[in-house]
């Protein structure tokens, strides 16, 4: 009867522990780190963050930082668990190349989010419907508040033929900015991601907008690799909210990924896989460019990046395998 007893005690009070642990798990606070509000990977964070609340009883912040430098760096310090960036900017970080000086060694992926296709456009006026027609006109240039345009910019101008020696260069700090002074006539073109709110904007104040073409070939998918390994080519198809794309195009494109640091737990990285892709359709309701979250496709290989363990493990007992860098 005493050994029964002792059983039974072992029993509850690894019960106990177990709710213990699972009630600290859910106290934690984690926090997504991002760009300033108003940002693109702010919203699709607030609108990930306000899911795992509501249905993991996550308690889950978004964090705004300066860019995305230190967007990066507060996750390799463990300051913050998350962040939603650029996957050619996450290599860029986990090296110490590009726009950073030393490497954050601390990064790991979580998941592929969704494709993020971006361009140059211009005024419809302008006659204008190929990025190598920019030769001897102005594109946007410096970037000192978004730097990561730079690389970007680059790879659509070497998708159009041409390099930062065959346009003039116009400084601009950063996205707005940009298109504002392609709406005021100071450039004569803007960048930006397909879908964006402001190319509606600017769209209605000058008499409409169109991207401009790339030549999407093994050519220059090479050169656009040479300026970022990630970069790839998606066709966009013209709808509603894509305003500016006049027909079926391509568009240099990259992944937005979900990085998580390496003092991240196994728990709080399941627990936030788990509800991107079990609340998948309400979180593309809230947020439509996030209905292109798929589980089939999310755990996709990046060159010289690693996957947290957790999100290996979620993915596995899933059966979604490993998408070979291509």
Partial sequence: MKSKQHTLTRYVLA???????????AAQVASISTPPQGSVWNTMAS???GQARE???????????????????SVNEGLAEFSLNDVNDVISAF????EYDAAMPNLR?????NPFPVGLYVKESSGMTAVAELKGKSVPSGWDAFPIARSHISAILAAGGLTWDDVRQVPVPELIRGSDDMASGRVDSAFFAVGGPKVAEVDASVGGVR????EANDDTLAKIRQ???????????????????????AFVTWDNILVAGTHVSDAQVETLLTVLFDEAEAIGTAYPPLRALDLASAYKEYPGLEYHPAAAAFF?????ELTPVE
Avoid at 55 to 67: D, E, H, L, T, W
């Fill in 316 to 320: 596995k007992a899933r059966g979604v």
């Fill in 55 to 73: 249905s993991a009883n996550m308690r889950m912040v978004v964090q705004p930082y300066g860019g995305n430098a230190q967007m990066m760096q």
């Fill in 95 to 98: 090296q110490g190349s590009g």
């Fill in 15 to 25: 019960a106990g522990m177990t709710l213990v642990l699972n009630a600290t798990a």
């Fill in 227 to 249: 300026v970022r390994p990630a970069f790839y080519f998606s066709q966009v198809a013209p709808a509603p909210p894509r305003v500016g794309v006049k027909e079926p195009m």
């Fill in 109 to 113: 992926v979580v998941a592929r989010i």
């Fill in 47 to 49: 609108v990930i963050a």
């Fill in 211 to 214: 991207f401009l073409t790339v």
